[in-house]
C-alpha cells in the first residue's frame, strides 16, 4: 500500500489554528497548544518582569539588551515562539518592522509545561544550538526549577540548576541577582 506523502507545514498554515494558541512550526510539522496556563504565566511574566529593568531599560541593570515575551523567531525554515527571548542590542540595534524576528535571539527562556516540555528539550533546543543562541534557560514551574545552558559548539553544556528559592546569578545575566521563588505562586 503507497503511504501517503507528508505535507510540510507553511507560514500560512499558522492562520488556522485557534486564536487562544501557539502555533509554531517545528522541523516541518505544525505544533499547536493552547496559551500558557496560570503556573507558566506566573513563571514567565515574573521573570521578564526581573529582567526587563536592569537589561533593556538599564534600570539598575547594565541595558544593552531587548527582553520580550513569545516573539515570534524565523529560524531557518523553523517558526519558533519561545517563552522569552532576549537580544543584545549590538546584535540588533532596533526592533524589526515585521511582526516576526529573523535575528537569533542571544538568549532563550522556555518555561515547560507537561504538554510542551518534550517539544521544547527533543525538538527546540537543538535548533537553537544549531541557530547559533548562545544561552538558554528551561524553567519548570511544576518542579521549581530553573536550568541555565550555554551552546558549547553545537550542543548545551549544562551550567547551572537553580531551585525553589535560590538565589539566581545566572548567564548571560549574571549582574542581576534574584530568588528564583519570585518566578512561583
Known amino acids: 500500500m503507497p503511504q501517503a ?21 517545528i522541523n516541518g510539522a505544525l505544533h499547536s497548544h493552547p496559551r500558557p496556563a496560570p503556573k507558566h504565566a506566573l513563571a514567565f511574566s515574573s521573570l521578564g518582569d526581573e529582567l526587563v529593568s536592569p537589561y533593556q531599560k538599564g534600570k539598575g541593570g547594565p541595558g544593552g539588551w531587548w527582553i520580550l515575551d513569545e516573539p515570534e523567531c524565523h529560524i531557518a525554515s523553523h517558526v519558533l515562539v519561545p517563552d522569552l527571548a532576549g537580544w543584545r542590542k549590538e546584535s540588533m540595534p532596533s526592533l524589526p518592522e515585521t ?5 537569533v535571539p542571544n538568549w532563550v527562556c522556555e518555561i515547560l ?5 518534550r517539544l521544547d528539550r527533543a525538538e527546540k533546543m537543538p535548533i537553537y544550538a544549531q541557530a547559533g543562541v548562545k544561552h538558554l534557560w528551561l524553567i519548570d514551574p511544576e518542579l521549581q526549577l530553573l536550568e541555565c545552558y ?25 549582574k542581576h541577582e534574584f530568588n528564583l521563588d519570585v518566578l512561583w505562586e
Open 5 to 25: 506523502a507528508v505535507k510540510i507545514a507553511t507560514y500560512e498554515d499558522l492562520f488556522t489554528i485557534p486564536e487562544h494558541h501557539v502555533g509554531e512550526i
Open 99 to 103: 511582526a516576526w524576528f529573523e535575528i
Open 113 to 117: 509545561s507537561p504538554s510542551t516540555a
Open 150 to 174: 550555554e551552546r558549547q559548539e553545537n550542543n548545551w553544556l549544562l551550567l547551572q540548576t537553580y531551585e525553589k528559592d535560590q538565589l539566581v546569578c545566572a548567564l548571560p545575566f549574571e
